[in-house]
Structures are given as structure tokens and as C-alpha cells.
């Protein structure tokens, strides 16, 4: 407690530049709680809801974050955060929130000017591939803001918006612009075995203008990053037998398991060298003043090696990969694939249009289809032992080609009185459609490059749904807003299959239909103070990869279930908002129950994974935050939050042991604290803290042990940003990242102490 004390003894009366850029841009307007944006890039997020949003501007990224990918944005916004375990990590950067752990994916809804970026083909990390958002289809430089809204509150959104709605809104110049950014990043990295430095760079240029009715905008980045390992060959102590044959080895490391068992580590594995390549076009044409159109093209590419590191030794020091050996006096056996490596290649676009009317009068309307593709997306791994892997031999090539989703979504909004009106009246409908198909095949000649033969597994379907939704914002008193609607939803699963050499399995179509009620309330206690209460309903639906994903061969299997129930959640928060003249306070209470939780976890007593229904999670807590300007000296602004979430699960009848235990990797507390100084119009520094209280993995929480592989701990990270404008055009920066070189876990380790430079060109 002394530490989360330390870390907020500022929060609720500082503030940062958050909301520094709300109180002082003069494009917003604050009314019963609610930030109406009505100049620059509009958001996607319905802004005349009165529940809890925050966002962070271009210009404090800049300021405070050392971003070097998208999801660096949230940082440091309230109850939120992303597994981010390296630069570059494509398939493991999952968003945490409120009442969601790392673990959950599904949960929370991310996109970039209303296109899609979260990967709800699955959940989580399962199935041997991966269904974090496409954080690479934004680079940080082309951000113009970032707006999130807590919570399943819009009728808007699907039931995945249980957690949280993330807007990326990007850049679309109204002049000639152009940008050059370097960037670079140490990391020197000491954990068991493994003892060096490494490094990441990326770079980037964007160009875009305007001219008459015509606006575009062209982005491209290339990156090369080393991620520290992930994950490591290990062995139970107890496993080994007393004078067993085997190669007397050294070099392997003692260490205790997650919960508590001695074991050892034998080398590290799946240390990525990953370059990545994204570019973006945008286009715009105002076809009258009051009608425009958009086309956005994405396109990114990945290759990534995943290499392991022995630490075994024999007596003539040579590594050791495979067979018998001897540790200690006793005898074990290591597998062919203890240390494995893969080779992924990928290359994914992305298509999103949209004609949107903006008359601000009685009506408006939109059009907006997008396409996510995985034109190709494989991965190779040998079935032999290294050193003989490295050069070849058998294995297997994993392939998604043509999986991906598509979405197409008409929009209205009707203003009876005009803008300001009493009603304001916001409808749609639409369809959502994925499609996933994950084939696995035997590699006979060389698996780093020859062609797939026999079949070794295949899992896919398609799940879709049709919606229509409404919502009418109504000021019905001076100092009330109340926003009623509701959302139909008609899902389907269809086409499902998991296959394996010797079987295969079809499985029947399902459909099921719900509604979800929402509500919202505002009242304006005082000209300073204002009310909020929420309340929705979200439907998450069960995802391909958890209705026919099945996996087998690793450490864990997974087994799939086509007959998952969709989890239903009751969400509700109540909210006060003060105005402090220099920022914001705000204090929100939080509560959510949700049935038939969709959660992994494992069938007791056997190694086997799987998705189920979990009866019964209650969520309940307080989330605090505050913001505020020039504190103390002028250009010192400080901000903080702090969060309490008791998140257990209540009823759970496939798993007795985990009831009244903590959901998994939901912290009881969380917390941020940013000081920024602003020394000059040249110069700034920012100090902040990131906090984390306890997780656990399991969903019993048997894993004592959490600062270990497998496990989830705590953290406490301190971060430095040094930002110096050197004139109107280039400008520099240097940070650190877990200056304190706090050593953390989420299953995978995270990243130890990150130096990190910039240098930037803005015409």
C-alpha cells in the first residue's frame, strides 16, 4: 500500500495534458459532462452519450508517451492496459480494462476512423495463432487522437464493447504536410540465462495535402525489432530420475514454477527478430460541402524468426538441444521440440469507404464497408532438433490464407428541432461477418521453405451477424440529458470444421437472436458539477476460433466446444465530474455481472485447455481520476488515476475450485501518475508511474507464485520522456522506459529497462 500511496498522493489533485487540450482547444464544448468535438476530425464515438470517455491528443503523445506503436497511446489512460511484451508485438498485444483481463480480446472494441482493427475471429491466444487487435494498421505519427468510451453504453457498438470502445482518429491534412520520423531503442535484458542488449529502429514518412475538394494523406514505416525471449525449455525437479542415464550437462538454471514446485530452465525460446512494413493510403473528395467521401487502403507486412538459446553444456561445451541428459544426478528427457523455432511471413490488407453527410440540420446519414484480408499468412516450424533444424530438415507449415472479416454499416441521425434540440436520434443497421481457416501440413524436404503435404490439422468457419440498433439523445430539462435505445442482434455460426490427419468433424449451423437495452442519464448539479449514470447490456457472441478451434501437441491442448452460449453482461456506472477551472476531477463507481462468461480454462487434473462457460463473474469497483494545469508553477501539469476492481467469479459449476476466486489477470489495483513540465515552448520532461496490484492466470488461483514464467505479478514501472523542439521544424526526444528496472510477468516477461531516442521532421 505504500507504494500505490507514493503513486497517488498527487492524482486527484494534479492533472496532465489530457485534459489540459479539452479544457483549452477551442473546438470543444462541454455540456452536462458530455465533449462534443465540432471542429477537426470527427470521432466515431457517439459524443451525446453522458458516460465516461477519456482520449489523449496528438500533441500530448508527443509530449509524454515514448510511442512506438499504436497501442502506446493508452498508456496511461485510466484502468486500461496492453500486454505489450516487445516492439513490434503483432500477436500477443492484448487490451486489459476494467473488468477484462489480458487474456480477453473479444472484449473490448478497437478501431481507426470507425474501421475495424480488434481480431474477433477468436479470443485471447489460442488455437497456435493469435487474435490481438491490428495495432500495426496505425503508426503513431499519423494519430491525431485516441477517444475511448467505458463500457457496453452505446447501441451502437456490438456486445465486444463490454470493456471499452477505442477510436484511433488519424491525420487528413488541410495543407501541404510532410513528416520524417527515426526512431531507436536498447533494451539490455538479464533474466536466468540470458544476458544481452537488444535493440529496435523503425522509420517513417507521411505526405499529404489538400487542393479544392480533394484531400490525401500517404504513410509509410519500416521497422526491425529484437524482442527479449518469451519462453523457456523447463523441467520438474522432481521429474527426473536418479541415476538415469544421459549427457552430463551445466548451465541449467534453478528456479520455482508458478505454483511454488522446483523446477528448471534449460534456455529460452521464441526470441523474436521481427521487421515489419505498413503503409496507408487515404483518400477524400467533398462531393458538395455537405457529403463526403472516403477510402482508406492498408497494407502490412510481417516476417518474424522466432529462435531459441540452449543453456545446456556437455563436458566439452558444446550446446545441448535434445535426448537424454543429466542435471544434477538425476535423468531427462528433452523432446525433439524443447527448442523450437518458427518463421512467420505475413502480408494483411486492409479496405474501409465510407460517404458520410455532415449538414448539422434535421438529417444526417453515413455509409461505411470495410475488409480486413489475410492475403498470406504463414507460419514454419521444424519437427526436428536443433542444431540440425538450423539448417533444414522436416516440419510443419501453418497457413490463414483468406481468413479474415468484413463489415458493412448504414447510419442515421434524425434532429427533429435542428442541432441542440430537444431529441437527438441516432439508428442504424448492418452486418459483421468473419471467416477464419487455420491449415497445418507436414513439410518433408525443408520446412523453412518447401511446399505442405500431408494434412496434420485444419479448423475455420464463419460467424456473422445481422443487427439494427437506436438511441435517442433527449435534453428534456435545462439540466437533464437522458439517452434511451436498444440494439437487435441475429448471429449465426456456420461452415464449422476441425480436422486432424485421421478425422474430421462438421459441425451443425447455429443462429440465435437478443436484444440489448441501454441507458444513460446526466444532471448538472452545479455549473461545475455534473451527474452521470449508465447502464447496458452487451451480448458477446462465441467466436470461430472458440467454437472450432482445436489444438494439440504443445504444452497445452486445446479443445473446442461448438456449443458455447454467448455471455451476457449487465453493466452499470454512476459518475461525478467536477470542473477544477485548471482540469477535471471525476469519481466513477462501477458494477458488472456477466453469465456464461467466456473464459479458457483448464479441465482439472489434465494438461488440457479449453473454453467454457463460466455461470457466473461479478465485477464491482471505483475508478478515480484527475487532471490539472500549471500546479504550482506555471507549465507543471500533473494527472493521475487510480482504480479498484473486486473481479470474482461467483458461480462456476465446470470448475467448483475457482468460485470466489479473482478473475484472471484483472488486478485488484490499478493506477497511473504523469508530471509533465513544460519549461519553455522548446523544452519538456514527463515522469510517470504505471501500476499494477496482483493477477493471477488461473482461474482457480492456484498459481502462488507469480513472478515466474507462467505467471502474473504486480509492477511498478517508471517512465522518462526529454522532448526538445529545436525549431519549427525538427524536433528530438529522448526516454526511458521501466527506468526502475522493474522485472514483471503476464505468462511472458516483460520488457526490463527500454533507452529509447527520436529525431523528427514536420513541413
Known amino acids: ?70 497501442e502506446d497511446a493508452l498508456k496511461y489512460l485510466p484502468s486500461l492496459l496492453v500486454r505489450k511484451r516487445y516492439i513490434g508485438d503483432y500477436n500477443h498485444a492484448i487490451l486489459s480494462t476494467r473488468a477484462s483481463g489480458t487474456g480477453n480480446s473479444a472484449r473490448s472494441a478497437v478501431y481507426a476512423d470507425g474501421i475495424l482493427l480488434s481480431n474477433f475471429l477468436g479470443n485471447g491466444i489460442a488455437n497456435g495463432t493469435n487474435y490481438a487487435p491490428r495495432w500495426g494498421l496505425v503508426t503513431p505519427e499519423e494519430i491525431e487522437r485516441v477517444d475511448v468510451m467505458y463500457g457496453p453504453f452505446s447501441a451502437a457498438y456490438p456486445g465486444n464493447s463490454a470493456g471499452a470502445v477505442v477510436d484511433y482518429v488519424t491525420r487528413m491534412p488541410k495543407k501541404l504536410e510532410a513528416h520524417i520520423r527515426l526512431g531507436y531503442a536498447a533494451q539490455p535484458n538479464s533474466l536466468y540465462g540470458t544476458d544481452r542488449t537488444f535493440t529496435s529502429w ?61 523446477w528448471w530452465l534449460l534456455g529460452s525460446a521464441t526470441q523474436y527478430t521481427t521487421v515489419q512494413d505498413q503503409a496507408k493510403l487515404k483518400l477524400a473528395y467533398d462531393i458538395t460541402p455537405q457529403l463526403r467521401a472516403s477510402y482508406t487502403l492498408g497494407w502490412w507486412q510481417n516476417q518474424s524468426e522466432g529462435r531459441s538459446q540452449s543453456w545446456l553444456r556437455d563436458a566439452a561445451g558444446n550446446p545441448v538441444y535434445s535426448g537424454p541428459v543429466q542435471i544434477d544426478g538425476r535423468s531427462y528427457q528433452l523432446g525433439a521440440t524443447a527448442f523450437p523455432s518458427t518463421d512467420d511471413a505475413q502480408t494483411h490488407w486492409m479496405h474501409g469507404f465510407s460517404l458520410k453527410s455532415r449538414t448539422q440540420g434535421t438529417w444526417d446519414w453515413e455509409l ?10 504463414r507460419q514454419r516450424a521444424p519437427t526436428t532438433a536443433l542444431p540440425q533444424a538450423a539448417n533444414g530438415g522436416a516440419g510443419t507449415l501453418q497457413t ?35 471467416e477464419l481457416n487455420i491449415a497445418k501440413t507436414a513439410v518433408s524436404s525443408d520446412w523453412r521453405s518447401g511446399e505442405g503435404g500431408a494434412l496434420v490439422s485444419q479448423v475455420g468457419g464463419r460467424t456473422s451477424t445481422w443487427y439494427g440498433w437506436a438511441q435517442d439523445a433527449w435534453a428534456f430539462a435545462p439540466q437533464w440529458k437522458a439517452v434511451l435505445g436498444a440494439r437487435f442482434e441475429r448471429w449465426q455460426a456456420e461452415d464449422g470444421l476441425s480436422a486432424m490427419a485421421s478425422s ?42 472458440e467454437l472450432y478451434g482445436a489444438t494439440s501437441g504443445g ?36 458494477h458488472e455481472t456477466t453469465r456464461d462468461a467466456l473464459i479458457s480454462q483448464l479441465i482439472p487434473n489434465s494438461t488440457v485447455s479449453r473454453v467454457q462457460n463460466v455461470d457466473k463473474v461479478r465485477t464491482v469497483g471505483v475508478e478515480l481520476a484527475a487532471n490539472a494545469s500549471d500546479v504550482a508553477l506555471r507549465g507543471l501539469d500533473l494527472s493521475g488515476s487510480l482504480t479498484f476492481a473486486n473481479s470474482k467469479t461467483v458461480a462456476n459449476a465446470a470448475n467448483p475450485a475457482s468460485v470466489g476466486k479473482w478473475q484472471p489477470r484483472v488486478p485488484r489495483w490499478r493506477a497511473t501518475a504523469l508530471a509533465t513540465w513544460r519549461a519553455d515552448d522548446r523544452w519538456s520532461a514527463t515522469l510517470a508511474a504505471r501500476y499494477s496490484g496482483r493477477q493471477y492466470s488461473n482461474l482457480d488461483n492456484s498459481d502462488t507464485n507469480p513472478f515466474t ?24 526526444a529522448f526516454g526511458i522506459d521501466n527506468l526502475n528496472n522493474q522485472q514483471f510477468w503476464a505468462f511472458h516477461p516483460y520488457p526490463q529497462r527500454t533507452y529509447h531516442a527520436q529525431l523528427q521532421f514536420d513541413l
Open 368 to 377: 461505411v464497408a470495410s475488409l480486413y484480408d489475410y492475403a498470406r499468412d
Open 504 to 545: 474430421r468433424l462438421a459441425y451443425a449451423a447455429r443462429s440465435q437472436s437478443d436484444v440489448s437495452p441501454k441507458a444513460a442519464l446526466a444532471y448538472q448539479l452545479t455549473p461545475q458539477t455534473v451527474l452521470k449514470a449508465s447502464l447496458g447490456r452487451a451480448v458477446r457472441y462465441p467466436t470461430v476460433g
Open 202 to 262: 523503425q522509420t517513417s514518412a507521411s505526405l499529404g495535402s489538400r487542393s479544392g475538394d480533394w484531400s490525401w494523406w500517404l504513410a509509410l514505416q519500416r521497422g526491425r525489432s529484437e524482442g527479449q525471449p518469451q519462453t523457456f525449455a523447463t523441467a520438474l525437479q522432481s521429474a527426473g530420475q536418479a541415476g538415469g542415464s544421459g549427457v552430463p550437462v551445466t548451465g541449467a538454471v534453478p528456479g520455482r514454477n508458478l505454483t511454488g514446485q522446483p
Open 400 to 434: 490463414q490464407d483468406g481468413t479474415g472479416w468484413n463489415q458493412f454499416a448504414a447510419k442515421g441521425t434524425w434532429r427533429p428541432q435542428g442541432v441542440g434540440g430537444e431529441h437527438t436520434v441516432d439508428f442504424g443497421l448492418g452486418r459483421d461477418a468473419y
Open 555 to 590: 504444452a497445452l491442448d486445446f479443445v473446442n466446444d461448438p456449443n458455447l452460449k454467448p455471455e451476457k453482461s449487465w453493466t452499470s456506472e454512476l459518475t461525478a465530474e467536477r470542473d477544477l477551472g485548471t482540469g477535471l476531477a471525476r469519481a466513477t463507481l462501477f
Open 709 to 732: 514464467y507462467f505467471g502474473a505479478s504486480r509492477y511498478l514501472t517508471l517512465d522518462l520522456r526529454l522532448r526538445w523542439q529545436i525549431d519549427r521544424q525538427w524536433s528530438a
Open 1 to 70: 500500500m505504500h507504494k500505490i500511496t507514493v503513486l497517488l498522493s498527487g492524482a486527484f489533485a494534479a492533472g496532465a495534458a489530457l485534459a489540459q487540450a479539452a479544457d483549452a482547444a477551442p473546438e470543444r464544448q462541454k455540456s452536462l459532462g458530455v465533449v462534443t468535438v465540432s471542429g477537426g476530425q470527427p470521432s466515431s464515438l457517439p459524443t451525446q452519450i453522458p458516460t465516461t470517455v477519456e482520449g489523449v491528443t496528438r500533441a500530448q503523445i508527443a509530449t509524454t508517451v515514448n510511442a512506438t506503436d499504436a
